[in-house]
């Protein structure tokens, strides 16, 4: 599986000369061009650990100091973008190799925990909602995509689960509430995945804005988000209850039992539950 991984993480960058044959080796009819690489990875759904793991839904942060230390403690130099897609699956990669290679029994089961760790902490905690996104709104990597979270399943199952919930979920903060955090605050919130339990994007804006009539404003989503909200602030939030009871269809359809399923299950239903009592 580690050849897998590795292919799909060139598949997560800029697209090169090499990309129409890693395509080809992984049965893609269609290695996606630049332009489907910009406008989903650079305009959409930044290729980020960071964006939907931490408190903020910031690049950077607390999750890219905990990825780059576990570079670290398996005696690797971090990359300079350690929480990026591309590097994370070329690390588990390297991380099934390492386990495959070592003869002595008790070096195999150390890289075999360090790989389980990986995979439970900086993997499955946030790629099953983000593939589930990128399924929506980008067909160009509709092929990519499946076989991404095939391999994750394939990585889960074979895995054991563990009980503790990834450590970038511990201490999170509660989802701002309008009535006594201020609006901002609430929708910086909505807009951390991590916190709201569910991915809201441009094109997911625009969708909105087209089924309520309603004008967007260009820019930033938190702007054009808040923009929407002085429109016709009723049924926007009755649209935003609308989106957090898809998302929670989606999360408990999405990859096997996992501790940060139960996370982004929980997180999503407080979410609804917060903006059916301000609706």
Not at 116 to 142: D, Q, V
Request: negative net charge; hydrophobic residues 45%; aromatic residues 8%.
């Amino acid at each position: 599986m580690g050849e897998v991984f590795r292919a799909l993480a060139v598949l997560a960058e800029p697209p090169t000369v090499e990309s129409s044959s890693i395509a080809h080796a992984l049965a893609i009819d269609r290695a996606p061009d630049a332009r489907a690489y910009t406008e989903l990875f650079m305009l959409t759904l930044y290729p980020y650990a960071s964006v939907y793991l931490g408190a903020d839904g910031m690049l950077g942060g607390e999750p890219r100091d905990k990825i780059a230390g576990f570079w670290r403690a398996i005696g690797a130099v971090p990359p300079q973008e350690p929480d990026h897609l591309a590097a994370l699956l070329g690390a588990y990669a390297s991380l099934e190799d390492r386990e495959a290679e070592a003869s002595d029994p008790v070096r195999r089961e150390s890289w075999s925990h360090a790989r389980r760790t990986f995979l439970h902490e900086h993997l499955l905690s946030w790629l099953p909602p983000y593939l589930i996104k990128i399924s929506e709104i980008a067909p160009a990597y509709g092929a990519w995509t499946t076989l991404l979270r095939d391999a994750l399943a394939n990585a889960a199952g074979c895995s054991h689960v563990p009980e503790n919930v990834p450590s970038h979920f511990r201490d999170l903060p509660a989802l701002a509430d309008p009535r006594k955090d201020g609006v901002a605050a609430f929708i910086a919130s909505l807009l951390a995945p991590a916190c709201s339990g569910i991915i809201l994007t441009r094109p997911d804006l625009r969708r909105a804005s087209h089924e309520l009539g309603l004008g967007l404003r260009q820019g930033e989503r938190r702007f054009a988000l808040e923009a929407m909200l002085a429109q016709d602030p009723p049924r926007v939030l009755a649209w935003l209850h609308g989106e957090t009871q898809r998302w929670l269809t989606l999360h408990r359809a999405s990859l096997p039992i996992h501790t940060a399923r139960e996370h982004w299950i929980e997180r999503t239903r407080q979410t609804a539950a917060l903006l059916n009592e301000v609706g």
